[in-house]
């Protein structure tokens, strides 16, 4: 982390390695009084096969900021690019398809289907969208999440983090270029969000996926390659190699000394 590093582009990387960046990036939300400038002309570059968190205090940005990479939100100002598709100025099909072919999504609720098992649920979005999965990358994803005896069950048969670490497996599932995690670990068990993360990392090191977390936790934030911190919508700072404690530290200074209310590792 340097001072030097605050003033330039955030997470700059090598042209051709970039999974996906914004230039001037701005989002307003609302007019007149009652507006609030979520984004503020953030430069920032996602480097491909990297895991990269997100962090801030809250309201600084930091799912707006997701959204409007993941073509979720429109913008205010600004460009976006997927890969070398600039998305800024698709339309709602075009966005729509490219979200469907290019980018996986998990959330903090899972959003299983509680009437699909979990081998249906993986495959819903490919299924949905008339493609068929590749078995070999289907079969190594389920592998390395640790489901193969699970597939037959329901979610209401599985535990949260297998509930999880299923949704991890549908976000893999079409190999997408990029996949986005709000608050992964946000409703599991310590022991379950540990295990979410392993497979997240495992997802970048063994599969080769890029992936752009957003968390409040710092001990989450320490499994990633790099921190970008978020401060009144704007990028203020990263942290390349962090660890959960330089994290908790770095999150201090945003609160005069004091740990952030929903920081806890
Ligand atoms: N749909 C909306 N309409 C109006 N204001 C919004 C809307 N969505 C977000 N905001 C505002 O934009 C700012 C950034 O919100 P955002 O949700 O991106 O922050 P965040 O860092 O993800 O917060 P948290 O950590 O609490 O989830 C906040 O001031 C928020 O109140």
Redesign the pocket.
Known sequence: MSTAAAEQPHGLVEAGDVAARARGLTKA??SGETA?L?LDSVDVDIARGRFTAVM?P????????MHCLAGLDSVSAGQVWLGDTEITGLRDKELTRLRRDRIGFMFQSFNLIPTLNAAENITLPMDIAGRTPDAEWLKQVIDTLGLGDRLKHRPAQLSGGQQQRVACARALASRPELIFADEPTGNLDSRAGLEVLGFLREAVDDLGQTVVM?T?DPGAAGHSDLVLF?GD?RLVDEMPQPTAEAVLERMRLFTGGNTPHNSQP
């Open positions: 939300y609302g609030v979520a801030g809250s309201g600084s940005g930091k799912s707006t900021l957003v409040h978020l919508g």
